[in-house]
């Protein structure tokens, strides 16, 4: 095996993270408890418009809060809870929103395969969208089919929309958002879930990604923008949703843990008033978020730098596609380079192999769901076939290195590599 001489992703880990963890060690008291309320207060801090990360963004608080009130949507503040993944997060956010047998929920088949197999452990279906021809975003257009033929059905059956911002590229959430109003009936509404695994921090229009819609999913995973190796967030404006949610996420007991121990009512006495989980964020990895979230606008800052650089280069190769950057917002998570086949006289699958034999640690972000065999047997019509644009966009994507600590030597060299590759197997 080749040595790695550039990383995937190296995770930005300080002397100041590491004392809060053995601070946290030392104190006795590693569960949830009082790092993880300070780590949702700081993210709801962070999501909020008038914020120092909103002071270097393309927008101001006034200018949000007044689009969203033209649109109908919420304007309270952000409430945000902690979890130990964003799949247990979307599931919190799922439940919540009345995702259940006998509903469906409209999402994308470029994304990782947890944002659908939610709804499947709810026991709801999944309707697939497939993605703009140009971008990976969910395509509008395919949204409103989907819906449209739902409320022409006897039995709708859509419940909630989940979006995906794909590498941080924010989908088009004003023309989501207005879907969901459009095609909502009396009594029946339906519910929007970002799923914004990738997009932290990213202001738009609309306020920062996963605290537009009714609800907003993201994640800690050791590659992510921020990371407490793994964890997640799920935000909402709705206080309703919050309570479900927070009752959800631990057994469906009516005190939290930290509650309970720090309360001079009895630990002991507790009442179960719903069949929850166990999704709550031991204080060891929130912790590491507190630390993190801090560093999250100078992350970007870092990211943005190298994704510039490898633009500028790239820009000059007829054998590579930029990546997507065509809203506000994008937190560039994740570089997705794109070939042009058309150009090059070797598959991806090769080019990305040459890649690690030259030491570079690389992936493919997303295997879109149709290829995989359970989806395949739950719906016989979930084919490449039938979701061209994810399937084309998926034949030609690789995500090269991309971190915040990533040095100018590094991604040079990645960049050399890249254009020494192409060139060798130009057309």
């Known amino acids: 095996m080749s040595e ?3 990383p995937f992703h190296r995770a930005a880990i300080t002397k100041e993270e590491e004392d809060t963890v053995l601070e946290v060690l030392r104190s006795g008291w590693l569960t949830t408890g009082k790092y993880a309320l300070d780590f949702e207060k700081k993210f709801s801090e962070s999501l909020t418009e008038k914020t120092s990360v909103s002071d270097q963004s393309p927008f101001d608080a006034k200018s949000v809060e007044e689009k969203r ?16 993944s964003n799949t247990s997060g979307m599931i919190l956010a799922m439940e919540a929103c009345g995702v259940k047998t006998g509903t469906a ?7 990782f395969v947890s944002t659908a197999a939610c709804a499947r452990h709810l026991g709801a279906d999944v309707f697939f969208a497939d993605i703009e021809k140009d971008t990976y975003s969910i ?3 395919k949204i409103e089919e989907i819906l449209k033929k739902d409320a022409e059905s006897a039995c709708p059956k859509v419940q909630a929309i989940v979006p995906v911002h794909i ?3 924010i989908c088009d959430m004003k023309r989501i958002m207005s879907l969901a109003k459009k095609y909502s009936r009396p009594g029946h509404k339906i519910y929007v879930i970002e799923d914004a695994a990738h997009s932290y ?9 996963g605290a537009i819609g009714d609800a907003g999913v993201f994640s800690f995973y050791v590659t992510k923008t921020i990371t407490t190796a793994e964890g997640g967030m799920v935000c909402t404006r709705d206080s309703q949703l919050a309570r479900r949610m927070t009752v959800m996420r631990l057994h469906g007991m009516d005190r939290t843990t930290w509650d309970r121990y720090t309360s001079p009512r009895a630990s002991w006495e507790y009442d179960i008033v719903a069949p929850g989980y166990k999704f709550n964020l031991p204080d060891i990895l929130a912790a590491l978020g507190c630390r993190q979230t801090e560093r999250a606008w100078l992350f970007y800052q870092q990211r943005k730098k190298i994704v510039d650089k490898y633009n500028e280069a790239f820009s000059k190769l007829d054998f590579i596609q930029l990546p997507p950057d065509s809203r506000s917002g994008n937190s560039w998570h ?6 042009v086949p058309e150009k090059l006289t070797i598959s991806r699958e090769d080019f990305a192999k040459k890649l690690q034999e030259a030491g570079l640690g690389i992936s493919v972000h997303f295997i879109p769901i149709f290829h995989f065999t359970y989806w395949k047997n739950l719906y016989p019509d979930f084919t490449a076939e039938n979701y061209p644009n ?5 034949q030609r994507t690789i995500s090269i290195p991309l971190f915040p600590d990533e040095s100018p030597e590094q991604s040079d060299y990645v960049i050399e590599t890249i254009r020494k590759i192409g060139l060798e197997n130009h057309k």
């Open 139 to 141: 395509d509008c257009d």
């Open 167 to 169: 590498a941080g590229n």
């Open 334 to 339: 994740l570089y997705l380079m794109r070939l």
């Open 4 to 6: 790695i001489k550039v």
């Open 390 to 394: 994810a399937e084309v966009q998926y």
């Open 105 to 111: 929920v409209i999402t994308t088949p470029y994304t």
């Open 201 to 209: 921090p990213s202001p738009t229009e609309l306020g920062f990604a």
């Open 69 to 84: 009130k033209t649109m109908g949507l919420s304007t309270q503040p952000v409430i945000s809870l902690a979890v130990n």
